[in-house]
DNA sequence: CACCTATATCGATGAATGTCAATCTATGTG
DNA sequence: CACATAGATTGACATTCATCGATATAGGTG
């Protein structure tokens, strides 16, 4: 079945011609698919604007859970896939936990769509 | 002396001054999630990097199924969700459906997530 | 110490999703 | 018409995921 073998030949263009860039391989792929992953939650995405707008550029779970309607174990569990996703930084202080964006992780990933 | 009138202005900032942009709404993170929820797939990117490597700017089913080693329906399947997204263009020519990028989508995607 | 509060983690559950085999549709071609 | 081919659709199955209630942890306060 998987016995194939597609041996990539050592064809080196990349050192002087931008030329066509090559189709995204698997792993590429699967990288760039976490991020998405974590963006394709309408409540993810509320989290992000939430702390976006915040003038204070940090907010904690307590202001978060209310304005989603969502309990507090599932906030919780959002932000960590957000953090995971290099999006949110977490910095806990005292009794809180405070959630601000990754200063460039937007326009970063927004790129990655360009360069697709 | 304080009968000079310092009229204030009708406070209306919603006229000029960008001001503070409100957090998303629950009915626009939906709307916005649908986008993501298309790109947070390994093989829907690499099926879009694919169709936008192509130097014809389309490439049909046949192309597209054996460099992602997947079945037939199963490519079939993610290029509708592709379009449903809005994200590919499909026409049919004869026997074969061709698919090509949408022009401007990528990047409006990618202006979605620095507007957030 | 005991108690409260903010947050994280765990376990369960129902819904959504990716994949495939089988089948259907439509457009060719002899 | 009979047959072949490209692609879409369907149904089933396994996996992932969003959500919740219950519980754990940890910092603050008396």
Redo the contacts with the bound molecule.
């Keep these: 079945m998987n016995s194939l073998q597609i041996v990539e030949a050592p064809v080196d263009a990349s050192c002087c011609v931008p030329s066509v860039k090559p189709a995204l391989s698997a792993d590429e792929a699967q990288q760039r698919a976490l991020v998405f992953?974590a963006l394709?939650?309408p409540?993810?995405l509320r989290l992000l604007s939430i702390v976006k707008a915040g003038d204070s550029g940090e907010s904690?779970?307590?202001d978060l859970?209310e304005p989603l309607d969502?309990?507090?174990?599932?906030?919780?569990?959002?932000?960590?896939?957000l953090v995971e996703a290099g999006l949110l930084h977490?910095e806990?202080r005292?009794?809180?936990?405070?959630y601000s964006l990754v200063p460039g992780a937007l326009e970063q990933t927004a790129g990655l769509l360009e360069s697709l």
């Excluded at 969502?70 to 896939?81: A, Y």
């Excluded at 005292?94 to 405070?98: I, M, V």
């Design positions: 992953k394709a939650d409540n993810r904690c779970v307590c859970t969502l309990g507090q174990p599932t906030v919780s569990h959002h932000l960590k896939v977490r806990k005292g009794t809180w936990a405070y």
